[in-house]
Structure formats: structure tokens, C-alpha cells
């Protein structure tokens, strides 16, 4: 136990693990969305993607229980996992981001409520193939309008929380819209159980030593109704990066914070 809360003081190995830096190039890529009850927008979102990347495969895990999400998206040629009964945020992300890395080189994955504008995915998919490991679009580096004042701050108190204890300069820890490449995401064994699983998701990357970049994302109007968890979420974001904390190195955090959205 003394040995995992401080390691290069008191392990007795040392295990050194060394990759490559990634060459830029073109990636195939998935685009991934994990969807619930979203029939009021899930064929204008399917349009939207295949506007934006006409050869992405579309992946959805989906714990519809009131309509036909699954069967439109199968119908427009998505690809899509049903998680029934449902099992929460977590467990779903999990699914997701192991699956598309199976089939393509990167993901990318939003929210099918439309909070997080699909035109954003070239831009992310170029970052990635300019030699990027993972790319956040944060919503809060300043207040967006469509986000309301109570979410605000706390996602706020959450990035804060997040700085001090990785060192990463994050300013949005629970954004719904993120791309990967598939061999970061092979490389650690994402737990999903329970909420906040975008923590993990983000900051291991980073204090590991994988090239980790935020952009700035303009967060819109919400199409449908909201599945957040707000008090389970706060409890599972402490928990989540408590946990996080003796993971790789706090002090070599390779996370770069961009102010435009251009590799």
C-alpha cells in the first residue's frame, strides 16, 4: 500500500514502458455515440455525420427503452450495441471506445442531443492525424449560453479539482465530445463501472505521457431531454480523481491547451 501511494520512492522495480510517437497520416475512424430514448434526433444526426465524414463507420451503444432509436440508426447503417437493460454512462463508454478501437484507427465520439456540433469532427480527426493521441473540445473555458449557471460552476469546481490533482491544464473534464486514437485507448484497461469514466478517459492519457490536446468547442442548444445524474456524477468525479492521482508521473502531464481548433 505505501509502495503504490509513492512508488519511485519506495518500489523496489521500476518498470519503464516506451512507445513511439505516433506518425501523422491518415486515420480510418469511427464515430461513436451512445444514445438513449433520442428519436427526435438521431436520423438529423446520422445526416450530419455522414455530411461531415462520408467514410466514418457510426457506432452506437444504445439503452433505448421508449422508442426506436436502435432501429433507425441500424436502418440509416450505423452499427449498433444494445446495453439492456441499461447500465449507465459508464459502462457504455467503456463498450464504445473498446469496440471502435477494434474496427478503425481513431474515435471520435459526441452526444446525439446535439449540445456538441458534429462540424467539429474534421477539425478533431485532423489533430489526430497531425500526430495527437487525444483531443478534448472543452465547453467552458468561458460560459456558454445554452449551458445553465448551476452546471457552469460546477464543471468549473470539477476542472479545478482536476488541475490540482494531475497538473493538467483542463478546463472541461466532462466533455461529450472527444477523439482518440485507437492505440491510446488499447493501451489502458478503462474501468467503466459507475459514473465519470471521461476522467479516467482523459487524464490517464496525459500523466502517462501521451500527447493530450484541448481545443475550444462552441456548446449548443439541447435537442431531447437530459440524462445527467448530477449528484451520482459529482460523488463518482471525486472518487474518479482520487483514484487518478498515483497514476503515471503529475509532474511530466503532457496536456496542451489550444486556444483555436487548428493542428
Known amino acids: 500500500m505505501a509502495a503504490n501511494r509513492a512508488p519511485r520512492k519506495l518500489a523496489y522495480q521500476h518498470v519503464v514502458v516506451a512507445r513511439k510517437a505516433p506518425k501523422p497520416g491518415p486515420l480510418t475512424l469511427t464515430v461513436g455515440m451512445l444514445t438513449m430514448n433520442e428519436e427526435e434526433s438521431i436520423a438529423r444526426m ?84 497531425s500526430g495527437v493521441d487525444v483531443v478534448n473540445a472543452a465547453r467552458t473555458r ?35 465530445m472527444r477523439g482518440y486514437r485507437s492505440s491510446v485507448i488499447r493501451a489502458f484497461d478503462f474501468d467503466g463501472e459507475g459514473d465519470a469514466i471521461p476522467i479516467d478517459t482523459l487524464l490517464w492519457p496525459a500523466k502517462c505521457g501521451y500527447r493530450v490536446v484541448e481545443i475550444p468547442l462552441d456548446y449548443q442548444e439541447r435537442v431531447g431531454v437530459s440524462k445527467l445524474r448530477k449528484f451520482t ?24 491547451v489550444w486556444d483555436r481548433a487548428e493542428p
Not at 74 to 103: D, I, T
Not at 233 to 256: C, D, N
Open 46 to 129: 446520422m445526416d450530419e455525420i455522414r455530411r461531415v465524414a462520408p467514410d466514418a463507420k457510426i457506432l452506437c451503444v444504445d439503452s433505448s427503452t421508449k422508442d426506436q432509436t436502435h432501429v433507425i440508426a441500424e436502418r440509416m447503417g450505423a452499427r449498433v450495441l444494445r446495453q439492456l437493460p441499461p447500465r449507465g454512462h459508464g459502462p457504455a463508454m467503456e463498450l464504445l471506445m473498446y469496440e471502435a478501437a477494434k474496427e478503425s484507427d481513431a474515435l471520435i465520439y459526441l452526444d446525439c442531443d446535439f449540445t456538441y456540433p458534429p462540424d467539429m469532427i474534421p477539425t478533431i480527426r485532423r489533430i489526430l492525424e
Open 142 to 176: 468561458t460560459r456558454p449560453k445554452a449551458m445553465p449557471l448551476p452546471n457552469y460552476i460546477a464543471n468549473k469546481t470539477f476542472a479545478i479539482a482536476g488541475q490540482i490533482t494531475s497538473g493538467a491544464k483542463v478546463a472541461d473534464l466532462h466533455s461529450g
Open 233 to 256: 456524477g459529482t460523488v463518482w468525479t471525486f472518487i474518479r480523481l482520487a483514484k487518478t492521482m498515483p497514476v503515471g508521473q503529475r509532474e511530466s502531464t503532457h496536456y496542451e
